[in-house]
């Protein structure tokens, strides 16, 4: 089955940097590839998707970008603020629907 | 709209006793899931459905039982609680890709 790894697994930043996370994944069957957002105590919550058929994907200050080649994507964040301050997962998906999750990558944004 | 409602949020078991815990849907979603979600492990796949009636093992079944005997609702039994299955439960429907997640159950088993 498909195995996402994710990383960093913490990234302090501070606020007005920029964050980066990374995952890969196994299956190159994967075509769906979202990203999360956990705020304490609360349920996650999609932020951003990206398809196979795209190599990038803007939304104001966050952006995904997908290599199949190396089988990777990674989340960007600029101008990070301090309500940026959350677990972020990203997942990927070989059809029916079904994610597989990274282990997390907790993200504090110090002002 | 609710969305995805989990039923109870907390719950406190005693090692050997059984609970069922509730996911209710009001989305009209086809596909329902079950994760448990533990620190630095993200969320892992328990059990999932594609549709009324039908059920299937996610990555981590074993303890773990479901039924979807209506669309709306998927309900995950835990049949002699372990403390290993002391976790935060998290409930989700998708119609496409998305995933929509209910609030969480923290379970504690002592």
């Known amino acids: 089955g498909e195995n996402v790894e994710q990383h960093p697994s913490t990234l302090s930043v501070q606020e007005g940097d920029s964050a980066v996370i990374k995952c890969t994944y196994s299956d190159s069957a994967s075509n769906y590839f979202p990203w999360y957002k956990q705020e304490l105590g609360k349920r996650p919550q999609l932020i951003i998707d990206?398809?196979?058929?795209?190599g990038e994907k803007k939304d104001q200050r966050i952006a995904v970008t997908l290599n199949k080649t190396a089988k990777h994507f990674s989340l960007h964040i600029t101008e990070t603020q301090p309500e940026d301050s959350a677990v972020y997962f990203c997942?990927?998906?070989?059809?029916?629907?079904?994610?597989?999750f990274g282990g997390g990558t907790r993200v504090l944004v110090k002002p | 709209n609710a969305g995805v409602t989990q039923t109870p949020k907390f719950r406190v078991l005693k090692t050997g006793q059984s609970m069922t815990l509730l996911c209710a849907q009001d989305m009209n979603h086809e596909y329902m899931y079950w994760y448990r979600q533990d620190p630095g492990m993200g969320l892992r796949l328990i059990h999932y459905?594609?549709?009324?009636?039908?059920?299937a093992k996610g990555e981590v079944p074993d303890g773990y039982n479901v039924s979807r005997l209506k669309k709306q609702n998927f309900l995950l039994g835990l049949e002699s609680a372990a403390p290993s299955q002391t976790s935060v439960y998290f409930c989700?429907?998708?119609?496409?890709?998305?995933?929509?997640f209910g609030q969480g159950t923290r379970l504690t088993v002592v």
């Open positions: 990206i398809r196979s058929n795209v």
């Open positions: 459905s594609v549709g009324e009636g039908t059920t």
């Open positions: 997942a990927a998906s070989s059809g029916g629907n079904k994610l597989t």
């Open positions: 989700a429907s998708s119609l496409g890709h998305e995933a929509f």
